[in-house]
């Protein structure tokens, strides 16, 4: 990897992220239960049974983490607070051992010299609130809020940046319309709210971090670029729609304070009473935006009901989730994100990487590589790009598909949880530190 961090605009900040149920080891330190660990033991759900139980046991090695992160020359950490370790129930009783956990987690950071950046949702839905609906309960953006003040009100004096909820096309489209994730609903009617409910929540627990005091809101949201399958306007429309669901509805709402005609078209009727009046909520004024990029689809119209499209076998170079490696879908959506919707403020890539089982991984430092080209060509085209945050520190729970697909700088063992950087951990280093 042939850069200096002179090859970026001063102050531009590298970091790598994870999230707790993917790391932690959620059965210790009196974590309540989770959607995900009723859908994981549901068969048919995860690869292999798997679930967030052992995880990396991150509970028990977090200096030993720390210290590669540290050792990694990364200026942030970003990482996410689990719901369930913090209240257990998801309402009422705090868990003074899950605090403990992120206040010495946070301290350890800024020992260390690394930047802490927290995001406060990341999946793992406490199960006494998911037996009551989930996100398809309105009452949601009231129980989010609550958790904030719990959470914040303990690390939110010493983190660098917070983030409410990441990706919400996952937690809404993927978990209640494609079923694919926790709790693994197919259903448009609980899709339209979940969908609505996450930006409500969003808007509320900024206005909490803000009345607290909490420095540096943002919001991370998920981007795929959308391709027609072909150049017909069946399948251009298509696509359009794909883009509408996937990206334009959640920086629609966050920045433009409205949802995109394409997709209201399908979701309006579905959409919770009053909705237009919570945009207020919603936009809740950001200091930055993150933008977690991975992939483009290949979409193509079908005669179904809205919205009518369909997936296409993805071509060219695939990464281990059968993903397209495209790194100029990085570069585009970080100038359109400037030019529709953000303008000056900063955009931090804060997800990016690839699973591989290639060890050691020249083919990580390439993706890496064009990846970082990309973000380079975008701020040349005037992006205000402050930051990149590879995914992920480790191998880990990568959700539905197990521990199979890796996505680490750091290999791990999952059966002695031994912790060995890769050649890519080592590119980095050598031009991070
Ligand atoms: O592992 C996930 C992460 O939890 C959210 N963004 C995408 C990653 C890779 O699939």
Redesign the pocket.
């Known amino acids: 990897m042939n850069f200096t961090r002179a090859d970026f605009p001063e102050g531009f900040r590298f970091g790598v992220?994870t999230?707790a149920y993917?790391i932690e080891g959620h059965a210790h330190g009196g974590a309540g239960p989770t959607h995900w660990d009723s859908f994981a033991a549901t068969p048919g759900n995860v690869v292999r049974f798997e679930n967030g139980a052992l995880a990396c046991d991150h509970y028990h090695r977090m200096d030993e983490d720390l210290d590669l992160i540290r050792d990694l020359g990364a200026d942030v950490y970003r990482f996410s607070t689990s719901w369930a370790r913090v209240m257990p129930e998801g309402r009422g009783r705090p868990n003074a051992e899950g605090l403990d956990f992120y206040d010495r987690l946070v301290d350890g950071l800024l020992e260390r010299g690394i930047d802490p950046a927290v995001t406060l949702y990341?999946?793992e839905m406490p199960q006494a609130l998911a037996d009551l609906g989930g996100w398809r309960n309105a009452d949601m953006p009231n129980w989010f809020a609550d958790y904030t003040e719990v959470i914040m009100g303990r690390i939110g004096d010493r983190t660098w940046s917070a983030a409410p909820i990441?990706?919400p096309w996952?937690v809404g489209w993927l978990s209640h319309f494609e079923g694919h994730h926790a709790p693994g609903l197919r259903d448009i009617r609980a899709t339209a709210r979940a969908m609505h409910h996450v930006l409500l929540s969003h808007g509320r627990a900024t206005q909490v971090m803000k009345g607290l005091g909490v420095s540096n809101l943002g919001a991370v949201c998920?981007f795929e670029w959308s391709a027609p399958a072909t150049d017909s306007p069946a399948d251009v429309a298509a696509a359009r729609r794909y883009d509408a669901i996937y990206n334009r509805f959640f920086m629609g709402g966050l920045f433009q304070g409205e949802y995109p005609a394409d997709a209201l078209e399908g979701l309006e009727p579905h959409l919770p009473q009053g909705w237009q009046d919570d945009f207020a909520t919603i936009q809740s004024p950001l200091d930055w935006v993150g933008v977690?990029y991975?992939t483009r689809k290949r979409v193509s119209a079908t005669n179904d009901p809205w919205p009518a499209y369909a997936y296409e076998p993805a071509e060219g170079p695939l990464t281990d989730?059968g993903w397209e490696i495209y790194p100029q879908g990085l570069q585009d959506f970080l100038t359109r994100t400037a030019r529709e919707y953000t303008g000056d403020l900063p955009i931090y890539v804060t997800?990016n990487?690839m699973?591989s089982t290639t060890d050691p991984d020249p083919d990580r430092i390439a993706f890496l590589t064009d990846h970082f080209n990309a973000t380079r060509a975008a701020i040349a085209e005037g992006a205000p790009v402050a930051g990149y945050f590879v995914?992920?520190l480790m191998d880990?729970f990568?959700?539905a598909?197990g521990y199979e697909?890796r996505?680490g700088l750091v290999h791990v063992d999952f059966e002695t949880l031994a912790r060995t950087p890769k050649a890519s951990y080592h590119a980095l280093a050598n031009w991070w530190r």
């Open positions: 992220a999230s993917q990341h999946w990441n990706e996952c998920n977690n991975y989730m997800e990487g699973a995914w992920s880990n990568e959700w598909l697909k996505f």
